[in-house]
């Protein structure tokens, strides 16, 4: 996947680098937008099931970094959420041209699927059946 350092929301940098290891589900949302909205309980779902090989990672697209830290904290979703303002260039080299665009980034750091389904889209039937073509399941 492209490079790039984003921040958290406790002020902590991340990269692709950082999740090897297990799969990553990479999605580019709004805290606004009601496409974004639809998918974020499945987020939070996938986290409390499927932690132990599947880290779930936003690159939340805002005005302000307050908009996220809020809506984050609201809903309660546990996520890591990144700020895209430390690097909006992100967006186009990931060729993010709607909201939510994901992507699922191997254990190996190498991206899997360029774009992946939504989750409301069968992602997570689709991550079974990568994971079973691997010999993982």
Same mark, same amino acid.
């Given at each position: 996947? &492209?490079?790039?350092?984003?921040?958290?929301?406790?002020? *902590?940098?991340?990269?692709?680098?950082? %999740?090897?290891?297990?799969?990553?589900?990479? @999605?580019?949302?709004? +805290?606004?937008?009601?496409?974004?909205?639809?998918?974020?309980?499945?987020? =939070?779902?996938?986290?409390?099931?499927?932690?132990?090989?599947?880290? !779930?990672?936003?690159?939340? !697209?805002?005005?302000?970094?307050?908009?996220?830290?809020?809506?984050?904290?609201?809903?309660?979703?546990?996520?890591?959420?990144?700020?895209?303002?430390? =690097? &909006?260039? @992100?967006?186009?080299?990931? =060729? !993010? *041209?709607? %909201?939510?665009?994901?992507?699922?980034?191997?254990?190996?750091?190498?991206? !899997?699927?360029?774009?992946? &389904?939504? +989750?409301?889209?069968? %992602?997570?039937? =689709?991550?079974?059946? @990568?994971? *079973?073509? *691997?010999?993982? @399941?």
């Amino acid at each position: 996947p &492209p490079a790039f350092t984003l921040t958290d929301m406790q002020g *902590r940098s991340h990269s692709p680098a950082d %999740f090897k290891g297990k799969y990553t589900y990479l @999605i580019f949302c709004t +805290p606004e937008h009601y496409g974004c909205m639809m998918e974020y309980p499945f987020l =939070q779902s996938y986290l409390d099931r499927h932690a132990d090989y599947l880290d !779930v990672v936003s690159v939340m !697209v805002a005005e302000e970094r307050e908009n996220v830290e809020q809506f984050m904290e609201r809903n309660g979703y546990l996520w890591k959420a990144l700020y895209y303002e430390d =690097q &909006p260039g @992100i967006l186009r080299d990931y =060729q !993010v *041209r709607a %909201f939510p665009t994901s992507y699922l980034i191997g254990p190996d750091g190498n991206l !899997v699927l360029s774009p992946a &389904p939504l +989750p409301s889209e069968g %992602f997570e039937q =689709q991550l079974f059946r @990568i994971m *079973r073509s *691997r010999g993982e @399941i």
